[in-house]
Each structure stands twice: as C-alpha cells, then as structure tokens.
C-alpha cells in the first residue's frame, strides 16, 4: 500500500482505481479511434496497404480485450503491492501529447508515400548515415528518417502510445516488479552503488520510471540514435535527484566494463534486430552484467507461444515495416539467453509483450 504521491494520502482507493480505470480505458478508446482513422485513410491513400494484413478474427479480439484488461490489473494491483507509487499510472505527457498530436498525422502522407514506392530505408538529405550497421538503416514502422531525426525522436512515444492504444507505459512497467525483485540479491550495497542499464533506451521512457521506482540507483541507458538521446535528455532532465548517465552506443559492443552492472533491461529492441545481432546483444549484456544480476528483455509476443494472436502477428511486419520481426517470432530468445551464460530464465505475457527474466550465475 505504500506509495510516494501526496495526492494519494488524500483521495481514497476506490477514486483512485476509477480514475485509473476510466484513463486507461479513455487511452485506449482514443487509440482505437486513432488507428481506424489512420487505418481507412491509408487504405485510400495507399491501396496496397489494404492488401498487406487480415482482419482480426472475432476471437483473436475477445483475447485482446481480455489481454488488456488483465494488463489493467496487474498494473494496478503493482501500485498497490507498492512496487511503484500510484502517480506512475497516471504519467501522461500531456504538453507533448498536444503539442505533437497534430504532426502525427502531418507525418501520415510521407508514410503513404513510403508504402506506395515501397522504400523503407529513406533519410532527409542531412542525415549522417556513416557508422551505424546497415541493419538499423530502416523507416521501421515507416518512422520518418528511421530513429534518426528529432522530428522522428518528438513523434516517437506518441506514435508508440497510439500503437498500443495506450498500453506502452503500462507494457514497459512489467518490468519494474521483476528488476526490483533481481535487485534484492545486493542488498548490502547502498541504492547508489547499485548500477542499472536500459539498453537500446530509446527516448528514456522507461529510465523515467525507474527514476521514480527506485530513486536513489544508479542508471544509465544506452542507444544508437542522437536524436533519440537528446530527446531522453530533455525528458529525463526534468525530474530532481541524480540525472542518468545516457551514451551513444551500439548495443552489440557496450562501452561498458565487464561486470559493471546489477541490473539490465532491453524495452522493444529484439524485434528491430536481425538474429546475429540479438545474440550479440545478448552475450554483451551477459559480459556486463555482475554475477548474481538480472536482465530483463521486454519485446513482442511470439507466434511460438502466443498462437491465438497469429492474425495479428502476421500483420504486424506486413502493415508497419518490421524487416526481422518475423525471423523473431519464432526465435527462440530463451535458449540464446542460455547460450549466453544465462540460467533460470523466466517468462511472462502482458498483453502484446513478451518478458524474459534471467539471472546471471553467482
Ligand atoms: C522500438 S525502439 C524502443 C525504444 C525504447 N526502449 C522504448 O521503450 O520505447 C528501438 C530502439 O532501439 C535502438 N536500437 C536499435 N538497434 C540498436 C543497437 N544495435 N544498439 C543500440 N540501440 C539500438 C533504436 O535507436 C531505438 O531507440
């Protein structure tokens, strides 16, 4: 029952978990609407498109609402096991919601564009290209300039949030509970020599929550994109207490002394990654990562072992530009977890996430 907010001390637990209720079901209402607008206008726009997925079987949506509502519950039921304060649940970026919400659909035309020349690896004539793997060279999810603009870095979260029909945030704090938990084998050490890593961190959303989950920790993240570092930068640089030290980094070579970390997590890489890399990713988060810590990858579901989502599996590499997505939904992530040095690797659903929980040997 412990939490941080003030404003929890105040209001009782039945308003709290209505209006945490009611906002995530608004989210996701909105998020539907979003995307069949979205949805209709591109099938218009870029007839081809219409042709790349199936529509959702009525069972595989019954399974999706059920999926979210246990999401939902779980979520809620960590705020109140006290795993983060309740505030979390209501962190919405509203200032950049309305701020970037218009650009998202400016942004639509120049996806049709790339749907209908069907070319996916385009960048603005001022982008640097030079040292990234050519892998990483995509408009995934036709993200305008890949990750490699700060107009595809400010539209990122929203975009994702619309996605999920705004169930990212909740998606990403599955992780919390199970790093907290790995954490707890250093208990001698004091919160601040306790060092955590985010890798591929993207644009900091799940640092923020670590921010606010475990104060006093050590953190870092680490990502290929500037932009998408300037842009946790910004949003990270907001909130009080020790600022996270972020770096430029391809996650195949972390520059990062072995042993160096208690804690590691990965939020929606693995997908993005052609096999080579993601055991490469995997055996260097291994080196990292100290005897007795924990890595925690948090990733789409697979078709290996979330069949009732096959529609929806299929579509999604088709309709979003997802090069390697296939290959990974049959990957198996827990045997190359293994191959790594991992041992006891745990697995969790959430909704479209898949969740891998492995420690390192003592
Ligand atoms: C789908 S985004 C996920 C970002 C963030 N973790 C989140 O939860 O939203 C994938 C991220 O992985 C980064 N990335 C992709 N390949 C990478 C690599 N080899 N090394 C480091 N970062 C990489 C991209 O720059 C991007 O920020």
Known sequence: MQSTANFERFIPESVTQAAYSSFQQGKALFGLAHNNLGR??????????????KPLPEEEIQALKQSGEQLRQTDWQDAQDGVYPHSLLFDNAWDEFFLYYPAVWLDL???????????????????????????????FHHQTDGYLSDWSASL??????????????????????PL????????????????????????GRTLKMMRTTLPKVSLFGAD???????????????????????????????????????????VFLFHELPPQAR????????????PGGIF?????????????????????????????????????????LEKAGFENVEIEHHLFSKYWIAHKPV
């Not at 290996?304 to 997505?325: A, G």
Request: with cysteine.
């Open 279 to 290: 055991q490469n990713v995997i055996e260097e988060s291994f080196r990292v990562t100290q």
């Open 109 to 139: 035309p120049l996806n049709w564009q790339k749907i209908r020349d069907k070319k996916h690896q385009q960048f603005s004539a001022e982008i640097d290209q030079e040292g990234f793997p050519s892998y990483y060279l995509q408009n």
């Open 180 to 203: 907290k938990k790995g954490l707890s084998a250093f208990r001698e050490l004091s919160p601040k020599q306790i060092r955590v890593l985010d890798v591929a961190c993207g644009t």
């Open 156 to 177: 990122y979260d929203l975009q994702v949030e619309l996605l999920f029909s705004g169930n990212a945030d909740p998606m990403r704090r599955r992780i919390l509970k």
């Open 224 to 266: 290929l994109s500037p932009a998408y570092l300037r842009k946790a930068h910004q949003l990270l640089s907001k909130i009080p207490g020790e600022f996270p030290q972020l770096v430029q980094a391809n996650a195949e070579e972390l520059p990062y002394q072995d042993n160096y970390f208690h804690g590691l997590t990965s």
């Open 40 to 53: 209709r206008l591109t099938q218009f726009f870029a007839p081809d498109w219409e042709k790349m997925g």
């Open 296 to 336: 925690i990858i948090c990733d789409s579901i697979q078709l290996i072992d979330s069949p009732q989502f096959q529609t929806l599996i299929d579509n999604f590499p088709k309709t979003y530009h997802e090069p390697y997505y296939k290959h990974y939904t049959t990957d198996n992530l827990g045997e190359r």
